[in-house]
């Protein structure tokens, strides 16, 4: 699964699981509910009562401190993966189960047209369509199309909508006195 930087950054020392714990066990700060803030000390700092120890344990925290020492990190709360691993997946159970997109709609309090469009993209990847033709055709990106199907996505994975052509810089004027 593809995860924004830092928190791959800390799931590439201790694991997936153990790092999205650990930043959901993380209290908010600043104005933003989501904020997390995280202060990785350098090895020689840690202290068998830091906060650190007591929600990895040492091996794990030691670990972290080694590679990211020093550094204060923001990591995603990564909110998306909640909707994608729960709501989302919850639309192909109840698929199995025999439940017509507008009663699955329904149950979830979700729009027809998504679980339409959720239950499109598990056919075709059924039948062995490319990642990128499923997202162009049920119009899903295929990164989020990766998180409900649990297909592992490549970096490169680009959004189903491309964006607009990028403006033209506009020339500065230099401001010498």
């Keep these: 699964m593809k995860l924004p930087r830092s928190v791959q950054e800390i799931a590439d020392v201790i694991g997936y699981h153990k790092a999205l714990r650990l930043i959901r066990q993380l209290p ?34 030691m670990a972290l401190c080694q590679e990211h020492g020093g550094r204060t990190m923001q990591p995603a ?22 439940y017509e997109p507008r009663e699955i709609a329904k149950k979830l309090d979700m729009s027809e047209k998504w679980v339409t469009a959720v239950l499109d993209a598990d056919e075709m990847n059924r039948e062995g369509a490319d990642i990128e033709v499923i997202a162009h055709s049920v119009k899903i990106s295929p990164l989020t199309i990766g998180y409900i199907l649990r ?27």
């Excluded at 009562?49 to 990895?56: D, Y």
């Excluded at 909640?82 to 698929?95: G, P, S, Y």
């Excluded at 297909?151 to 010498?176: C, H, N, T, Y």
């Design 28 to 61: 908010p700060c600043g104005n933003r509910e989501r904020r997390r803030n995280l202060y990785v000390p350098k090895p020689h700092n840690l202290k068998p009562n830091h906060k650190m120890v007591k929600l990895l344990g040492w091996d794990d925290a």
């Design 77 to 98: 709360e990564c909110s998306y993966l909640e909707r994608a691993v729960m709501k989302d997946r919850e639309i192909l159970n109840w698929r199995d189960l025999g």
């Design 151 to 177: 297909i592992d996505i490549e970096p490169s994975a680009d959004p189903v909508k491309p964006r607009g052509q990028r403006r033209p810089e506009k020339p500065q004027m230099p401001l010498e006195l």
